[in-house]
């Protein structure tokens, strides 16, 4: 398990989703499934960061 955060990247090729904002959702020690802040994708790409021992769903409005 990671003990620091981790910046991630998703590609969003061929799900026709280049532009829109994604909701994160932290599942970890102290959260179960709580709403994060919003951030945007960008060029078909979502960049976010991962804290560490933690699990973060994304759900992506268009």
Do not use: D, K
């Not at 990247?9 to 102290?30: A, K």
Request: overall charge positive; charged content about 5%; aromatic content about 4%.
């Amino acid at each position: 398990m990671m003990r620091s955060a981790s910046q991630v990247s998703f590609g969003l090729r061929n799900t026709g989703i280049t532009t829109g904002t994604v909701t994160p959702y932290l599942t970890n020690g102290s959260s179960s499934t709580a709403q994060q802040a919003a951030v945007a994708v960008g060029g078909g790409t979502l960049n976010a960061t991962v804290p560490a021992r933690s699990l973060v769903t994304h759900t992506i409005q268009r």
